[in-house]
């Protein structure tokens, strides 16, 4: 998975703490997670076509799931990545 977010900001490490959490609960040892700061990487923000902050993207397994916006609701994500249960 590749989170996007926009900075050093409390919003960007708040957001960046609780995918990390969210994923170490629910998918221990299964994911990776890389994290791109927009403006230390803008060609990636670029070609991802990546338009606000923070954009969750799930590469694998196909297709691609994309999420914007609050990443803070445990449920929402879990379901929109097909991880829920």
Do not use: W
């Amino acid at each position: 998975m590749r989170l996007f977010v926009a900075g050093n900001s409390p919003r960007s490490n708040q957001t960046i703490q609780t995918i990390r959490q969210m994923c170490d609960e629910h998918i221990p040892g299964n994911y990776q997670l890389e994290i791109v700061d927009i403006y230390q990487q803008p060609a990636m923000a670029r070609q991802e076509q990546i338009l606000a902050t923070p954009t969750l993207i799930r590469q694998l397994p196909q297709p691609k799931k994309i999420l914007i916006g609050n990443l803070s609701q445990t449920d929402r994500v879990l379901n929109s990545l097909g991880l829920g249960s």
